[in-house]
């Protein structure tokens, strides 16, 4: 989904190394042009397995809006499980139920923020910023920019925004 005007679009990604019970989390923020605004690549302790990270992705990335006072987005995360969950609105009675209703609350208290399913091909800079977390030692984040391992990644992105908008 393509950002218009003042909004921003947020993907989000988990990666995990369960031998060493890590988790990396990924975060981009881009404009409707395609230009970075913000990113940040997050280590934490694997608690709950590929769901809950996914959900801790996205609660991450909700507080980094916040942090950043950014107000209309469209969050793109490729775990359709947890989109859908979230999305509905609906309560959710399994062991990560609290994760999802959290995260229900956060995205109803604005009132400009979406929620989209993105396949994983969308979502590949996201990814790697996750996957970079899992060789970080602490939380990394950049404005304006991302890392240079995205740099080729985030060409291809931007290319494909131009396409789209054509």
């Known amino acids: ?5 003042k909004q921003l679009k947020v993907n989000f990604d988990a990666a995990l190394k369960e031998s060493t019970k890590k988790l990396g989390l990924g975060v981009i923020i881009s ?3 395609g230009e970075v605004f913000a990113a940040a690549s997050l280590r934490r302790t694997l608690s709950y397995g590929a769901y809950g990270a996914e959900c801790t992705a996205l609660w991450e ?3 980094l809006c916040e942090e950043l006072g950014i107000g209309e ?6 775990a359709k499980i947890v989109i859908d969950a979230v999305s509905s609105g609906e309560r959710d009675d399994s062991s990560l139920g609290h994760l999802v209703e959290n995260l229900q609350q956060k995205l109803n208290s604005h009132s400009r923020w979406k929620l989209a399913f993105i396949h994983r ?3 590949e800079v996201a990814h790697q910023l996750a996957k970079l977390a899992l060789h970080g030692e ?5 404005v304006e920019e991302g890392p240079e391992a995205i740099t080729s990644q985030l060409s291809i992105d931007k290319m494909y925004t131009e396409l789209v908008t054509i």
């Open 1 to 5: 989904m393509k950002p218009e005007g």
């Open 73 to 78: 987005v469209i969050f793109e995360g490729d």
């Open 31 to 33: 404009d409707c042009r």
């Open 138 to 142: 602490n939380d990394m984040y950049w």
């Open 121 to 123: 091909e969308g979502n």
């Open 61 to 63: 990335a909700m507080i």
